[in-house]
């Protein structure tokens, strides 16, 4: 069964600075997906930024970007500039690639908190 | 496109009532999924749909609960005798194949009294 683990409850930034949260995960399978999603307080989840496992290249988006590490199954979100509007719960999700693929598998979350 | 829609916003209960909650996916995604997330944990899955066909449901899913997408369009997720361990957030999604990003709801907050 795969399995997602993101390693820090909560984090905090200074605002316009960086911060990176870490997400690990575990599967045997080659080909899946994997995802970061934002969850602000009371609000709808939010897709931020996707990798798919067959490419080397890290996925960015604007101020987004991950470091996709295959081999040792990491697979952090860095946010550049931070705003306070980044302010939320994290989660770092993996989907099967595969034939009839449909669930995704969420870590815990992290609770970012952005200071003015 | 009008995203996921989802009713109601909250819901309270006592305990051993029945609660339904509707999800209306965006209109062109056959995909749809019910996720359950309870506080200070990720959604975990419960079941999916592609069209009207539930083609899983989670051991999570118990005898209590049932899920219905007739024609393919709007979906239901009952709950019968509610139990204190069914306060949750309850989750929709829907997507345009089984392999592209899921698109979420605002949810529905269950609280049993």
């Known amino acids: 069964a795969q399995t997602v683990t993101q390693s820090q409850p909560e984090m905090s930034v200074q605002e316009a600075e960086t911060v990176t949260l870490s997400c690990t995960y575990d599967?045997?399978?080659?080909?899946?997906?994997l995802f970061w999603y934002k969850q602000p307080p009371s609000r709808q989840m939010i897709l931020v930024i996707r990798?798919?496992?067959?490419?080397?290249q890290n996925a960015t988006e604007n101020r987004f970007s991950v470091n996709f590490q295959k081999a040792a199954k990491s697979f952090s979100l860095k946010i550049s500039d931070s705003q306070l509007g980044d302010a939320a719960m994290y989660f770092c999700?993996?989907?099967?690639?595969?034939?009839?693929?449909?669930?995704?598998?969420f870590g815990k979350g992290t609770k970012l908190s952005v200071i003015p | 496109d009008t995203g996921v829609s989802q009713n109601p916003r909250h819901k309270i209960t006592k305990r051993g009532q029945n609660v339904t909650f509707r999800c209306d996916p965006i209109?062109?995604?056959?995909?749809l999924y019910w996720y359950r997330q309870t506080l200070g944990q990720g959604p975990e899955f419960l079941t999916y749909?592609?069209?009207?066909?539930?083609?899983?449901k989670s051991r999570l899913l118990s005898d209590r609960f049932s899920a219905e997408r007739p024609k393919g369009s709007f979906s239901t997720l009952e709950i019968q005798r509610t139990e204190q361990g069914d306060s949750a957030m309850y989750l929709c999604?829907?997507?345009?194949?089984?392999?592209?990003?899921?698109?979420f709801g605002d949810g529905t907050r269950l609280s049993i009294l």
């Open positions: 990798q798919e496992a067959y490419k080397q």
């Open positions: 999604a829907s997507s345009l194949a089984s392999n592209q990003p899921q698109h």
């Open positions: 599967t045997s399978e080659s080909d899946y997906y």
């Open positions: 209109s062109e995604h056959n995909r």
């Open positions: 999700a993996y989907l099967y690639s595969g034939a009839g693929s449909y669930q995704l598998t």
């Open positions: 749909f592609q069209n009207e066909a539930q083609l899983e």
